[in-house]
């Protein structure tokens, strides 16, 4: 009887170690091996061994035994041997080692040692975790644990689960949160989601030709209900450079997760960088431009300088240079004489971040220096006057005086109002009541620049006068449709010749023996341009212009140009659907991508029935109708058209077919 007893107790007793084992032996992947978690009773090791046997594929081999510390040397010993596997992570202090031992020792608990007895490297010190260092990660391996009594004996058997080879750990993404600069620290800060890291690596680089070096800054860890919070201060920096993170999350085993995106930080506070006192203008004549100065940028946290420039006082500013920080003068060139500018400048660091703008300044250049004379002048005889034609490439030039002699003397005198410069060549027609038939001219031109210095005079050159010269129909005559007619535009006659007093504009409908009649009345000398309203789009229409002399005497008509103004025919829409709503139709369609479109028209019919429109929608409108004119029983067609701010029509839309139940 007492026999019978003695065996179901230890049946019990086994169960209840087997049910014990077949719990918590655990194998996992850490960086350097595989960890196994062989218990989490101390009192399971107390009085034994556990032996652990590795199985690869069919093979079974003893890979070593592990068993309780036996004195505080010894913790102490395995403490600083188990570290090498877990170098991201640091060993207690000697304070709380000793805390931990005499815990250790009174309670023979986990519990007992507080965070500590949740780590890795306390649980293979104290004998209850096994670390495999000669795993293999290309293989699937599981572990067979047996527990030898203080006899030698076999008093229990366990098994893990079967491992297969994890290269990175399942933790949750690492989320970029804030950086800044704080005394003589760089402050980083991110986030994790669950599955949250048991701590982190950290990399910094200060040029982006370089690799990224693992440092050891001050980490900071905390749980905030749902999140993860990770600081890292970085006090190793030197000021004013520049340094790229980034961090790796690693879980209890070493294992890492997927690192964080780079982010960037300077050495430097950027926000007590001050703009450079004694941001001057000052015209130059030597370089003929002005120059701005100011004094020398001592921050090391600057990388460079802008200068923006405007016509007028408080907008309207543009980027004309970009300087590095050491420059203290930049000479603008791009200016004109006697012309007002405004300046103002700011300061930026080497990621980009902008100081204030400067107080503005203003400068003004005078150009001193004396402008080169006209050249290649030469005139020619035209009815009822003189052709002038003359040249300058001199910059900041305002324009000319031109000077003629009279039919007496040779003296030179200022004969127009000042010529205003538009391009490299100046033609000027001078139609003079002075002038007179059969006698010669001499003409000269003088310069003036923008400074109002004048030139020295040009050559002179002379010519006669021609009676009854007939007049240069217009040229490069040129149509545009526009909106709501066609723009003409043609040379600008007078510019050649004088005596043209006005234009006229002819216009028909393209057809068979086309005849072209005015438009408009006699249009002013300067309008070299006409706008026609009276069109219809679709038509094709035929122009030409005529020019008109002193003595009503006209040119023929210019070339003939031929505009038709087009009419886009806009697209239907699309999807058209159509659905019961209680006992009415909705009818729904998607509009086409086309902001010409002014409105849609929605149509049904019946059969053999006649089309009926059941309503008119704005483009802005919503894209649906409710239909409640129906009747049970009856077949319903649906399409819509639509219409453009024209008036032009598309195609049908697809139909739609629903019967009222």
């Known amino acids: 009887m007492k026999k019978i007893k003695l065996i179901i107790t230890l049946l019990i007793i086994n169960g209840f170690l087997f049910s014990i084992f077949s719990q918590t032996v655990y194998a996992q992947w850490g960086k350097n091996g595989v960890f196994i978690e062989l218990t989490k009773n101390l009192n399971d090791i107390k009085n034994g061994e556990f032996h652990i046997i590795k199985k690869t594929g069919n093979k079974k081999i003893s890979i ?60 293979l010190s104290l004998g209850i975790m096994f670390i495999d260092s000669t795993a293999e990660n290309s293989k699937q391996q599981s ?59 950290v990399y910094r680089r200060t040029k982006v030709t370089e690799p990224f070096q693992k440092i050891h800054p001050i980490i900071g860890l905390t749980f905030n209900k749902t999140v993860f919070n990770i600081l890292i201060i970085d006090s190793n920096v030197d000021s004013g450079l520049v340094y790229q993170y980034y961090i790796t999350p690693v879980n209890r085993f070493n294992l890492e997760g997927n690192h964080s995106d780079t982010t960037f930080c ?8 001050f703009l450079p006192l004694s941001f001057i203008a000052e015209s130059s004549d030597s370089l003929r431009g002005l120059k701005l100065t100011w004094e020398k940028i001592t921050s090391q946290s600057v990388k460079g300088i802008v200068i923006e420039r405007s016509n007028i006082f408080d907008s309207l500013f543009n980027k004309i240079a970009e300087l590095p920080a050491y420059q203290t003068e930049y000479i603008d060139y791009n200016i004109e004489p006697m012309k007002k500018y405004f300046y103002r400048m ?10 204030q703008y400067s107080a503005r300044i203003f400068g003004m250049y005078k150009d001193n220096s004396v402008p ?83 030139s020295p005079f040009s050559d002179t050159v002379s010519a006669s ?41 002819y216009k028909a409908e393209k057809r068979s023996n086309t005849k072209l009649r005015k438009i408009d009345s006699l249009l002013f000398p300067e309008s070299n341009n006409y706008f026609d309203k009276k069109i219809i789009k679709g038509k094709s229409y035929v122009y030409a212009v005529q020019s008109v002399g002193i003595n009503d005497n006209y040119s023929k008509l210019s070339e003939r140009i031929i505009v038709k103004p ?40 019946q059969r053999g029935m006649t089309t009926k429109k059941l309503g008119v929608f704005s483009y802005k409108d919503k894209n649906e109708y409710l239909d409640k004119t129906v009747s049970k029983g009856n077949l319903y067609f649906y399409y819509i058209i639509s219409v453009s701010k024209e008036g032009a029509k598309s195609k049908e839309s697809k139909e739609v077919g629903i019967r009222v139940q």
Do not use: C
């Open 64 to 123: 070593g035994k592990t068993y309780a510390t036996k004195s505080k040397k010894d913790f102490i010993n395995r403490l600083n041997y188990y570290i090498k596997f877990l170098p991201d992570f640091k060993l207690p202090s000697k304070k709380m080692i000793n805390r931990l031992w005499k815990s250790y020792k009174k309670n023979n608990t986990i519990d007992s040692l507080y965070f500590w007895g949740t780590t890795p490297v306390v649980k």
């Open 143 to 201: 572990y067979f644990i047996e527990y030898k009594n203080a006899e030698g004996k076999i008093f229990n058997k366990g098994k893990t689960n079967i491992l297969q080879y994890k290269h990175k750990a399942d933790i949750g993404k690492i989320l970029f949160k804030n950086v800044k600069m704080q005394g003589n620290s760089i402050l980083l800060s991110y986030s994790s989601k669950p599955k949250y890291p048991s701590t982190v690596q």
């Open 266 to 273: 300077g050495a430097y506070d950027f926000s007590k960088v």
């Open 346 to 355: 700011k300061l930026v660091g080497p990621l980009n971040e902008e100081t």
């Open 372 to 454: 080169l004379p006209p050249f290649g002048l030469s005139a020619k005889g035209i009815s009822n006057g003189i052709q002038l034609k003359w040249f300058t490439v001199e910059p900041f030039i305002k324009g000319f005086y031109l000077y003629r002699n009279n039919n007496s003397n040779n003296k030179l005198k200022i004969i127009a109002d000042f010529i205003p410069l538009t391009d490299t060549v100046t033609v000027f027609i001078d139609s003079s009541s002075e002038l007179k038939a059969g006698y010669s001219y001499m003409y000269s031109v003088v310069a003036e620049n923008t400074s109002h210095i004048k």
């Open 465 to 505: 006068v021609i009676l009854d010269e007939k007049l240069i129909p217009p040229t490069n005559l040129q149509a545009v449709y526009e909106k709501n007619g066609i723009q003409l535009y043609w040379d600008n006659m007078r510019k050649i010749n004088k005596t043209i007093t006005g234009y006229f504009v």
């Open 566 to 605: 087009e009419v886009k025919i806009p697209l239907p829409p699309s999807n058209i659907q159509a659905k019961i709503v209680k006992d009415d139709v909705l009818i729904s369609w998607e509009k086409p991508f086309d902001d010409n479109i002014s409105t849609f028209n929605l149509y049904r019919f």
